[in-house]
């Protein structure tokens, strides 16, 4: 008899606690990504000469952002992803999709892509086995220039995943020279501007009909600023943006330890 009501109890569980189990989101995140070139829209215009400049730091090998993304990329999946209102597939059933695996995006014949690859070659990063993937993210990558409104390239990676994941995400990493603060000059008395780096991270949620459902954006200083004179930008070393970048960047993983799963809630209804 104790058997008997045991085994009746432990059904009335599951079918309890099953439909809210099943009920819980699967999401795929199929790139983690960076964008290696600094942009300096936000110190009140485009410089020419500072994109050049900085283009050039972009492919300098010394210019190392790769070690900052793999952190990031460790810190999402041990740290941030169990705070999410659904569940993040592990990298391994993502990275060992056989259809992601061989997935080309370079299908795509369009002017759009065409353009944003041969940017992209140069400036984009990706962890090993990620795919770079240009048409997704806000501002992901290149920005305005990767933005389409046709969604056939997230479908597409939304079927491979047909059977294990509600959705799928793209996280993107840039940074941008950007006004900080005004500060009074001690000699001149004057007001003395300030730039230092600043980090962003956009999280793009895409549902089973390849459309964003949310974005999650989030950014952060540098510790580390620079007076703004004429031409400093110029001036600014490897040696002297990494840190930045580095500082930046950790500021931007403590804003997201406290932001993430406030921010992140919504997301998980719009599945």
Known sequence: MKNAFLSLMLLIGSLVAGPAYSQQKKVAVVSIQAD??????????????VLVYFKKIAVDPRFEVMPILLRFQKLFFTEFAPQLPFQ??????VLNNPKYRAYNQEVKDT?????????????????PGYHLLMFMGEPSLMGKLTRTED???????????????????????????????SALGFVTG???????????VTLDLYNKDGKRVFNIQESAYSEQDYTK?????????????LPMCESATNNLFEALKEKLPKMARRAGNRL
Not at 36 to 49: F, Q, R, T, V
Not at 190 to 200: D, G, L
């Open 111 to 127: 002017k759009l892509y065409r353009l944003a690859a041969e940017l992209t070659d140069r400036i984009g990063i990706a962890p």
């Open 190 to 200: 004057s007001m003395v501007e300030k730039a230092a780096m600043k980090a962003y």
């Open 36 to 49: 290696k070139l600094i942009h300096a829209e936000d110190l009140g215009g485009i410089d020419p000469a």
């Open 88 to 93: 993040v597939l592990d990298e391994a059933t």
């Open 229 to 241: 004179v004429g031409g400093f930008a110029l001036k600014l070393k490897v040696d002297d943006l």
């Open 151 to 181: 969604n056939s390239a997230t479908t597409d990676i939304v079927r491979m995943f047909d059977g294990q994941a509600d959705g799928i995400m793209v996280i993107g990493l840039s940074f941008s020279l950007a006004n900080k603060r």
